[in-house]
């Protein structure tokens, strides 16, 4: 079964500054999609960026970046010129490429980014 | 169009009454999921429906809990005879299905509390 890994409770960040989240992930398949959601106060879970593995170059949104490094099974969220409004739960989640499956997502237990003007 | 919408927003219950929470998916999508965050968690996967169809409720809890997608209105996640433990977030989220490699667009969730 895959599994996703988000090491850090929480983080902080000064305004302006850069950040990084981390998310591992297992999985024995190939063919899958990665993606970092945001939950703010007001609890919407907002898409922040994606990322199919079978794709060697990083997703890249804006200010939001991902580090993808599919052998280490790694994928972490960087956010440049951080911003008051970045201040959230940020989830990593998994989906399989596989069409057999539902595409349900597996998510990681969230990390809470504290912005610092 | 709306995005999905999910009510009621707040929703308290004694326990042992019902809880329905509804999830109206986006226009022109037609696969919903249901997903319930407890306290400090991540989301967990509930239930995946398609029009009339349950097509995995893995993740449902064996009893007191079932959802809908009928052909016309709402999805509906029922939670009968409710426990403590089911104060949670629940929230739900609407794909095409179409081969999608997105993410699917969330509600804003229903937060349920159990007195």
């Known amino acids: 079964a895959q599994t996703v890994t988000q090491s850090q409770p929480e983080m902080s960040v000064q305004e302006a500054e850069t950040v990084t989240l981390s998310c591992t992930y297992d999985?024995?398949?190939?063919?899958?999609?990665l993606f970092w959601y945001k939950q703010p106060p007001s609890r919407q879970m907002i898409l922040v960026i994606r990322?199919?593995?079978?794709k060697q170059q990083n997703a890249t949104e804006n200010r939001f970046s991902v580090n993808f490094q599919k052998a280490a099974k790694s994928f972490s969220l960087k956010i440049s010129d951080s911003q008051l409004g970045d201040a959230a739960m940020y989830f990593c989640?998994?989906?399989?490429?596989?069409?057999?499956?539902?595409?349900?997502?597996?998510w990681g237990l969230g990390t809470s980014l504290a912005v610092n003007p | 169009n709306a995005g999905v919408m999910q009510n009621p927003r707040h929703l308290v219950r004694r326990r042992g009454q019902e809880a329905r929470l509804r999830c109206s998916p986006m226009?022109?999508?037609?696969?919903v999921y249901w997903y319930r965050q407890l306290p400090e968690e991540g989301l967990k996967f509930m239930v995946y429906?398609?029009?009339?169809?349950?097509?995995?409720e893995s993740g449902m809890p064996k009893e007191r809990f079932s959802a809908e997608f009928p052909k016309e209105g709402p999805s509906i996640l029922r939670i009968q005879q409710v426990v403590r433990g089911d104060s949670a977030a629940y929230f739900c989220?609407?794909?095409?299905?179409?081969?999608?490699?997105?993410?699917?667009?969330f509600g804003s969730g229903t937060r349920l509390t159990v007195v």
């Open positions: 999985t024995s398949e190939s063919d899958y999609y």
């Open positions: 226009k022109g999508h037609s696969h």
């Open positions: 429906l398609q029009k009339e169809n349950i097509i995995d």
């Open positions: 989640a998994y989906r399989s490429g596989n069409a057999g499956n539902n595409r349900k997502l597996i």
């Open positions: 990322q199919e593995a079978y």
């Open positions: 989220a609407s794909s095409t299905g179409q081969g999608t490699s997105y993410g699917y667009t």
